[in-house]
Nanobody, 114 residues
Framework: VQLVESGGGLVQAGGSLRLSCAAS????????MGWYRQSPGKQRELVAQ???????NYADSVKGRFSISRERSGNTWYLQMNSLKLEDTAVYYC?????????WGQGTQVTVSS
């Protein structure tokens, strides 16, 4: 499965962006859909996850501002990012976990300006 992110860009602090992660084929094998991010000089960190049963979890730093969701019958999931802060600037990667391993997208840059 190939994952392709889109929706990144430049936004002012306080603004919103929605990232999309499109899978190249059916994601029936993916049990956990997620988003990670990496800033320069920092390790990649988990931002949000959506489990196949509907449970979600978020990094403390984004709780109440970000929301992960998926298409009901499609192969795409999303990250809605509201009230963006300067510290949200990073490359965002989508991730899919299956019994056979992890799938990663190539990343999309999100830059929040003051």
């Amino acid at each position: 499965v190939q994952l392709v992110e889109s929706g990144g860009g430049l936004v002012q602090a306080g603004g919103s962006l929605r990232l999309s992660c499109a899978a190249s084929r059916s994601i029936y094998s993916i049990n956990v859909m997620g988003w990670y991010r990496q800033s320069p000089g920092k390790q990649r960190e988990l931002v949000a996850q959506l489990h196949v049963g509907g449970h979600t979890n978020y990094a403390d730093s984004v709780k109440g501002r970000f929301s992960i969701s998926r298409e009901r019958s499609g192969n795409t999931w999303y990250l809605q990012m509201n009230s963006l802060k300067l510290e949200d600037t990073a490359v965002y990667y989508c991730n899919g976990k299956s019994a056979w391993g992890d799938y990663w997208g190539q990343g999309t840059q999100v830059t929040v300006s003051s």
